[in-house]
């Protein structure tokens, strides 16, 4: 009869939560905290597959993203990525534990209770990644923009010469700062030393 190994993994930045079962049974065969380096993970799923046939793991996803998933299954084994929604929870289940948390994934993965999620390759990750950056860049940008035309707005400054971030506003907007700021770069009624320690 062929073994198979389930471990369910709670992870962090640092560590990582382990809990291996097998078929029905109640209890773990297996518990440990390991550490979130790729020696530590190697290590540990070296061991478990040298004495399963096949060893089955998951965690949830999360800001770890998916460099787990690839150690893991570089070491032999199969590993899942399942969304947090999609582990079962009881009503009355408010205890959390990182050990607590591995051992429900471990069962919920043996009884089949989870579905996975799309684990990207590493240039589809890449490319993802870009563009979540460059979104960001962008939404920082319009803020930036905003605070600058309100800042101006409250010390009852306007540009009248046509649309805003064109060339000319931008000439208008080095005009401006010069005369707003006194001979020392300071704003008028902010001095630089009352932020200094």
């Known amino acids: ?35 979130n380096r790729t020696e530590a993970i190697e290590k540990f799923f070296g061991e478990v597959t040298g004495r399963y046939d096949q060893v089955l793991a998951c965690y949830e996803a999360g800001a770890c993203g998916f460099e787990l998933h690839r150690r893991v299954t570089a ?16 009503a009355n289940d408010r205890v959390k534990t990182d050990r607590r948390d591995a051992r429900k994934l471990a069962g919920a993965l043996r009884n089949g209770d989870l579905s996975p999620v799309y684990v990207p390759s590493r240039q589809d990750e890449a490319g993802r990644d870009f563009l979540r950056l460059y ?63």
């Open 135 to 197: 979104e960001d860049v962008k939404s920082d940008l319009k803020k930036a923009k905003q605070r600058l035309l309100h800042f101006l707005l409250r010390h009852e400054i306007r540009y009248e010469g046509g649309q805003n971030w064109t060339g000319k506003h931008w000439q208008w907007f080095e005009f401006v700062g010069v005369r707003l700021c006194d001979s020392r770069g300071n704003l008028p009624g902010v001095s630089v030393g009352d932020y200094s320690s």
């Open 75 to 90: 070491a032999g084994a199969g590993c899942m990525v399942a969304p947090p929604a999609s582990m079962p929870k009881k």
């Open 1 to 35: 009869m062929e073994s198979v190994a389930y471990v369910g993994m709670d992870v962090d930045k640092e560590k990582i939560a382990v809990a291996l079962v097998q078929d029905y049974e109640d209890q773990p065969r297996m518990q440990r905290v390991i550490r």
